[in-house]
């Protein structure tokens, strides 16, 4: 007796009786839309990936990996000054913005490729062009319908600006990678981590630079101490910082740009950036036309199994808004292809103790709870700080800081936060974030002994809980 369509969805003759041209259709070819293809695909699901602009999304081609590089550039001119304390002498270096752009470009190109292959390797049909759903299990590109069992929107998000006049006379970050020419002057709008991050990258490419936030202190959502000690940091490196400061608009006279200010106030530029936040991309896929329940800022609502309300449709990402970050996007889509296609349990992803870094300068790396939400969630609890200056600068007499800093809660003796500001921050707390996640005491950090010298073994050094707020 052949089998239903109650039966396993591998059944041919469940496949043969729905008759869709795929299992699951995924629109949007980044991150975690390509995860979710290829580990879908390896499980024998008959796959296709729709991406209307270049393989990879965001992250490859206009966020972390070409930022990544970038902030890798802007750091040079500081390492050939420190080199003379080291007994190296040179002659006065130059900067050539063209090269750095350009083989920053061949780079993403090169990865670009990587990703088709990778595709193809796992059998996964590539279709370029803007796909848009017809109806729950059909999506439309270049003028040809494709039907699916399951469609996974992962189209990632956008970035958002406010409307006021002469915004046409900024740009936005996906802009930044291919400047024809670099500023002298650059003022950045916006306070999130992409703001602070650029205006590190123009201040230490050689530009003039300015951050111009609405707010009285710019990373809302990050630690209040890692907020205060990025401000002083980026001050000492000749970042500009102005809060409370509202763009009016933007006017034009030749090549300079001048911003007007709520307070009257005037700021000329060459370049005006506005990293004002980021918004989901769901502009033009027809959810709402075939019922998609979508926040006020257009996110998907999804289940903890990333199931819209219309049962074919899932999302994951940016898209969802929960946490803008590609690793998150990339468990996010392995979740989906095993639960649609894998055998076990469904599986769910756990949002909480999700290392991040800034990669301002210096570095910020943090996981966990903040020291007000601890206060709010936990009540009682002690916090451990340190600010020092790195070895390093013993020599070269640069007035950097580092800053590191535990959040334990009292009556478990659990360490629920872990954050640090300077050199390799990144790196160090994506270790740490695995003793965080693990449930590793103060007293379990106290046992392990550091490796010296390091700034890392400050973590497992700090001994006297700091008294007050």
Same mark, same amino acid.
């Given at each position: 007796m052949g089998c239903t369509a109650g039966d396993d969805w591998r059944c041919d003759e469940v496949r043969k009786a729905v008759k869709y041209d795929f299992d699951l259709y995924v629109i949007g070819a980044g991150s975690g839309g390509v995860r979710a293809s290829r580990v879908a695909s390896g499980l024998g699901a008959r796959v296709a990936v729709a991406e209307s602009t270049h393989l990879g999304g965001t992250c490859v081609n206009v966020g972390c990996v070409p930022k990544k590089l970038f902030v890798y550039g802007a750091h040079f001119a500081e390492d050939f000054e420190d080199a003379a304390a080291y007994g190296w002498s040179a002659s006065a270096p130059g900067f050539d913005w063209d090269r750095l752009r350009d083989n920053k470009t061949a780079e993403i190109k090169r990865l670009q490729g990587i990703y088709r292959?990778?595709?193809?390797?796992?059998?996964? %049909?590539?279709?370029?062009? $803007?796909?848009?759903?017809?109806?729950?299990?059909?999506?439309?590109?270049?003028?040809?319908?494709?039907?699916? +069992?399951?469609?996974?929107?992962?189209?990632?998000? $956008?970035?958002?600006?406010? *409307?006021?006049?002469?915004?046409?006379?900024?740009?936005?970050?996906?802009?930044? @990678?291919?400047?024809? =020419?670099?500023?002298? $002057?650059?003022?950045?709008?916006?306070?999130?981590?992409?703001? &602070?991050?650029?205006?590190?990258?123009?201040?230490? /490419?050689?530009?003039? %630079?300015?951050?111009?936030? =609405?707010?009285?202190?710019?990373?809302?959502?990050?630690?209040?101490?890692?907020?205060? @000690? &990025?401000?002083?940091?980026?001050?000492?490196?000749?970042?500009? /910082?102005?809060?409370?400061?509202?763009?009016?608009?933007?006017?034009?006279?030749?090549?300079?740009?001048?911003? %007007?200010?709520?307070?009257?106030?005037? &700021?000329?530029? *060459?370049?005006?950036?506005?990293?004002?936040? =980021?918004?989901?991309?769901? +502009?033009?896929?027809?959810? $709402?036309?075939?019922?998609?329940?979508?926040? *006020?800022?257009?996110?998907? /609502?999804?289940?903890?199994?990333? =199931?819209?309300?219309?049962?074919?449709?899932l999302a994951i990402g940016d898209v969802i808004d929960r946490m803008q970050l590609t690793p998150v996007a990339i468990a996010e889509g392995m979740c989906v292809a095993h639960n649609l296609f894998g055998a076990g349990p469904p599986r769910r992803l756990a949002y909480d103790n999700v290392p991040t870094a800034v990669f301002c300068q210096p570095h910020i790396g943090t996981v966990g709870l903040t020291e007000a939400e601890a206060q709010r969630r936990l009540g009682a609890i002690e916090v451990y700080e340190s600010s020092f200056k790195p070895m390093k600068h013993t020599l070269t007499g640069r007035g950097e800081h580092t800053f590191m800093k535990i959040v334990v809660e009292q009556a478990t003796d659990r360490v629920v936060g872990l954050h640090m500001v300077g050199p390799e921050a990144g790196e160090i707390v994506q270790g740490m974030a695995v003793a965080v996640n693990a449930g590793a005491t103060k007293r379990q950090f106290d046992a392990t002994i550091g490796i010296h010298p390091t700034a890392a073994e400050e973590f497992v050094t700090m001994r006297e809980a700091r008294d007050g707020p």
């Open positions: 292959n990778l595709l193809a390797g796992a059998g996964v %049909t590539i279709h370029e062009g $803007r796909a848009r759903l017809a109806d729950p299990h059909t999506v439309e590109v270049n003028g040809a319908a494709f039907t699916a +069992a399951h469609i996974l929107v992962a189209t990632g998000s $956008r970035p958002w600006t406010p *409307d006021f006049p002469g915004l046409e006379h900024a740009i936005i970050s996906d802009d930044a @990678f291919y400047l024809p =020419r670099f500023p002298r $002057r650059a003022v950045v709008v916006g306070g999130g981590y992409i703001a &602070v991050e650029f205006a590190g990258i123009f201040a230490g /490419l050689g530009a003039q %630079t300015q951050l111009l936030y =609405r707010g009285p202190l710019f990373l809302r959502g990050f630690d209040d101490g890692v907020r205060r @000690f &990025v401000a002083d940091e980026l001050e000492k490196k000749g970042v500009a /910082l102005r809060f409370n400061a509202v763009v009016d608009r933007i006017d034009k006279a030749g090549a300079e740009r001048v911003l %007007t200010l709520a307070d009257g106030g005037k &700021v000329p530029a *060459d370049l005006v950036l506005c990293a004002t936040g =980021r918004r989901p991309n769901v +502009a033009g896929l027809g959810l $709402r036309e075939v019922g998609v329940a979508l926040a *006020d800022n257009g996110a998907v /609502l999804v289940d903890e199994e990333y =199931r819209s309300n219309v049962p074919s449709i």
